[in-house]
C-alpha cells in the first residue's frame, strides 16, 4: 500500500493550497479517508475526514472549519485537501490515511494505512 501525497510548498497568509494523495494498494472505498497533520512540537492532529461518497460523514477539526475542504475521487484513487485562507498556524507536515469506517471521526486509532507526508509552511 502507498500513499503519495503532493501539493504542499510555501506560501503567504491568506493564500490557498490544494494537497493530493494517490494510493495504491488500496482503493479508497476500503473505509474512510483523511488528513492528519503534525507540526513542530505538537502532536499529530487529524484535520479532515470522510466516508469517500457520503458528505454528510466528513468531520473537520475546529481549527479548520469553513476553511479546508476534504473530497475524493474514486474514479482516479485519490484523495485531495483544499486549504484556504491559510494561517502560519497551519505550518505542518500533512499526510493522508485510509482506514476503517470509523474514521470518519478523524481518531488516529482507526488509521490503518498512512503516506509520508508534504510539507505546508505559511508564513510571510
Known amino acids: 500500500v502507498q500513499l503519495q501525497a503532493s501539493g504542499g510548498g510555501l506560501v503567504q497568509p491568506g493564500n490557498s493550497l490544494r494537497l493530493s494523495c494517490a494510493a495504491s494498494?488500496?482503493?479508497?472505498?476500503?473505509?474512510?479517508i483523511g488528513w492528519f497533520r503534525r507540526a513542530p512540537g505538537k502532536q499529530r492532529e487529524g484535520v479532515a475526514c470522510?466516508?469517500?461518497?457520503?458528505?454528510?460523514?466528513?468531520s473537520y477539526a475546529d481549527s479548520v472549519k469553513g476553511r479546508f475542504t476534504i473530497s475524493g475521487d474514486n474514479a482516479k484513487n485519490t484523495m485531495y485537501l483544499q486549504m484556504n485562507d491559510l494561517k502560519t498556524e497551519d505550518t505542518a507536515v500533512y499526510f493522508c490515511?485510509?482506514?476503517?469506517?470509523?474514521?470518519?471521526?478523524?481518531?488516529?486509532?482507526?488509521?490503518?494505512?498512512w503516506g509520508q507526508g508534504t510539507q505546508v509552511t505559511v508564513s510571510s
Open positions: 470522510m466516508i469517500p461518497g457520503r458528505s454528510s460523514s466528513k
Open positions: 490515511v485510509v482506514g476503517s469506517l470509523h474514521l470518519y471521526r478523524c481518531t488516529w486509532a482507526d488509521v490503518d494505512y
Open positions: 494498494g488500496v482503493t479508497l472505498d476500503y473505509g474512510a
